[in-house]
């Protein structure tokens, strides 16, 4: 019998952040988004997400229980009351992208933020990241704003925003109509 080289696990696991295994999850959360995004964050700011919303916050374990992709988020009431949900990091690890990841996680927060009625969804990427553009704006995001030199580094950003209700912006696809009807998403759990 020949062996083939060790492929990446076609079943990941998906599971939703549990404060109770902080010890176990938080430091490959930190390690793996600092190593995607281009934003240095410090403890606090993972605290200050994970204490807060970890219902919001899911993971992508392989079969190992190693964590390959994570989305944390956030929903609390924006200026003029709306209830704004906000996917502050998404990460995937280099080898497990294409497979639809990264899409499962946002629409897991996505969908966690509808329970709670948001209105809708914002989050910032830059404008040199094509794959998480084309990502956001497969499930509906819209441009809304164009952030000059927002990041640390020096690059630009694109404000993203998902309406999810009628009316939060009428003439606007929302998140709903992208669900299940694009052939080149998978389909949603």
């Known amino acids: 019998m020949s062996q083939d080289a060790p492929t990446v696990s076609s079943e990941p696991r998906y599971v939703q952040y549990q404060s109770s295994k902080e010890s176990v999850y938080l430091k490959a959360i930190r390690q793996l988004i600092s190593n995607d995004l281009s934003e240095p964050y410090s403890i606090y700011v993972y605290r200050y997400f994970l204490y807060q919303w970890g219902d919001l916050c899911f993971m992508t374990l392989d079969e190992h229980d190693n964590l390959v992709g994570v989305v944390v988020s956030k929903l609390e009431p924006h200026r003029g009351g709306a209830l704004r949900g906000y996917i502050a990091m998404?990460?995937?690890?280099?080898?497990?992208?294409?497979?639809?990841?990264?899409?499962?996680?946002?629409?897991?927060?996505?969908?966690?933020?509808?329970?709670?009625?948001?209105?809708?969804?914002?989050?910032?990427?830059?404008?040199?990241?094509?794959?998480?553009?084309?990502?956001?704006?497969?499930?509906?995001?819209?441009?809304?704003?164009?952030?000059?030199?927002?990041?640390?580094?020096?690059?630009?950003?694109?404000?993203?925003?998902?309406?999810?209700?009628?009316?939060?912006?009428s003439d606007r696809m929302g998140y709903h109509e992208y669900e299940n009807g694009d052939p080149n998403l998978p389909p949603s759990a």
Do not use: C, P, Q, W
Request: hydrophobic share 40%; glycine share 6%.
């Open 90 to 169: 998404l990460a995937v690890k280099e080898e497990y992208r294409g497979k639809g990841i990264a899409t499962k996680l946002v629409r897991m927060a996505i969908d966690a933020m509808i329970e709670r009625d948001a209105d809708e969804v914002a989050l910032e990427t830059e404008v040199t990241n094509t794959a998480a553009m084309k990502l956001y704006e497969r499930l509906g995001f819209l441009r809304s704003k164009r952030l000059h030199r927002y990041y640390l580094n020096g690059n630009t950003a694109f404000r993203l925003v998902l309406y999810l209700k009628e009316g939060a912006d």
